[in-house]
């Protein structure tokens, strides 16, 4: 039969908060297997010791903003709300039922002056990947490295052209030593120091987020992005690293500063490596087989005009340093560049009557031209490694470890887009979304 019941909403009841939250809940595992008391140190040197009004409780500041990034509360004034109405919240921040939240511009105020040009972020990060360790949750033994874009908080059409010159790469210096002993080798004589303006391009800066940049990337959207260049320990997908660049950064540039970085911070011995084919470069290449680390990196097939022949069907040939044409020519070398690359040209008598001519060369003068990185060795061996046996088992994962992390930060932590304007603040929402990724991690898998 129908049956209605009375209104109680101001019904006096006696609970304990304790009996309110489910016992699987997720915050009960985390407030079980995290141990937060380390923010309260490592923050103190923000807070003035003695004069000024009582400050909020760090360490209770930071797990209300942990809980927005773990339940994907893009807003601090919705996360506010939501921690005012949810018991589990005000259970896991230790407060009452009644107890007063701090007020959202609390959150901001404290987010914008006193933590903004710290480093607080990046060692509440290391810490938590310190505890997945001391839980033998990370081995540091295979890393897979890959990035993914974020959408600034910029209008694409609000923006200016502006010259910037091209940083110098940190390999560069060894690249000028070994073109030097490679010129020495072949017979050439030394290049003369350069006296050419370091290298400039014009790129669009936008008017709204300035650190933004503007990504062209094949099936990709174009627009103002940031790319967070991320890396996963390949044990339990335990994020070990996060980066954030302006978003018309190559994949490559900042990877082995970002892999010492690890190296040293967590002592990790490096062995293997997962990558896509954006981090496939000579450069990278040549310095991954000089830590001895295995490279499983992907190839990606190089852009070819119909009809032409492709590079690969010219053969390289190490003991005479030729290249030999499909029609039995050879390509001698010819000199090395500043830029590290041999050059290697056919005969033009000989290319004038060859009946491939017209795949080979468009060139007037019948001369065909093949460059060749000094360290194409070291790409060419990667490539090799990546089609062994233990190459496929290593990039197999690749899909299931950082590909994986990025699909949920963005589906699960509201992660497709940046809550904030500048590069040193993205850096920051970078880190703590990652940071709840790793506790959400811990928590269910030592419960």
């Known amino acids: 039969m129908l049956n209605s019941r009375p209104q109680t909403q101001s019904s006096l009841e006696f609970v304990c908060i304790d009996e309110l939250v489910p016992k699987d809940h997720l915050l009960r595992k985390i407030d079980k297997q995290i141990d937060f008391s380390f923010i309260h140190d ?11 009004r009582p400050a909020l409780d760090p360490t209770l500041m930071f797990k209300l903003l942990l809980l927005g990034y773990l339940f994907g509360v893009r807003s601090e004034r919705q996360l506010i709300r939501e921690a005012q109405v949810n018991v589990a919240y005000r259970w896991f921040l230790g407060l009452g039922l009644t107890d007063k939240l701090p007020d959202a511009s609390t959150l901001s105020q404290n987010r914008r002056r006193r933590f903004n040009d710290s480093d607080v972020y990046q060692q509440i990060f290391d810490e938590i990947v310190l505890q997945a360790m001391r839980k033998k949750l990370v081995s540091g033994t295979v890393l897979y490295t890959d990035s993914t874009h974020i959408k600034a908080s910029a209008n694409k059409n609000k923006h200016i052209q502006v ?3 091209e940083e110098r790469q940190a390999y560069f210096d060894q690249l000028d030593a070994d ?5 020495e080798r072949l017979g050439k004589k030394p290049l003369a120091p350069s006296k050419k303006a370091p290298p400039e391009k014009t790129i669009k800066q936008s008017t709204t987020d300035p650190d933004s940049g503007y990504m062209v990337r094949d099936q990709k959207p174009k627009g103002f992005f940031y790319l967070d260049h991320r890396t996963v320990d390949s044990k339990v997908n335990i994020i ?13 540039r900042p990877y082995m500063a970002r892999l010492k970085r690890q190296e040293e911070r967590f002592s990790f011995d490096v062995q293997a490596v997962g990558l896509d084919a954006g981090y496939n470069t000579a450069a990278l290449c040549k310095q991954l087989e000089d830590k001895g680390i295995f490279p499983a990196i992907a190839y990606r097939r190089l852009n070819h005009k119909a009809g032409m022949f492709y590079k690969k069907d010219y053969e390289y040939d190490p003991d005479t340093n030729t290249y030999q044409c499909p029609q039995g020519q050879s390509l001698i070398y010819k000199t090395t560049t500043r830029e590290g690359y041999h050059h290697y040209q056919s005969h033009p008598a000989e290319c004038a009557t060859c009946p491939s001519l ?4 468009k060139n007037v003068k019948y001369v065909k031209t093949i460059t060749r990185h000094l360290w194409q060795g070291s790409k060419e061996r990667a490539y090799v490694k990546r089609l062994s046996e233990r190459g496929k088992r290593i990039y197999k994962r690749r899909k299931e470890t950082v ?5 949920d930060a963005k589906e699960l932590h509201g992660y497709r887009y940046a809550r904030f304007r500048g590069q040193h603040k993205v850096q920051a929402q970078a880190l703590m979304t990652a940071a709840a990724q790793n506790i959400k991690k811990i928590a269910m898998l030592t419960d």
């Open 42 to 52: 490592l923050v103190k040197d923000l807070y003035c010791p003695d004069n000024g």
């Open 163 to 165: 010259t910037v010159e």
């Open 179 to 183: 073109v030097a002993t490679e010129r």
């Open 240 to 252: 070990t690293d996060v980066h954030v660049t302006s978003g018309n950064v190559h994949d490559a």
């Open 358 to 361: 017209k795949r080979c060369t």
């Open 403 to 407: 590909e994986r992390s990025f699909a």
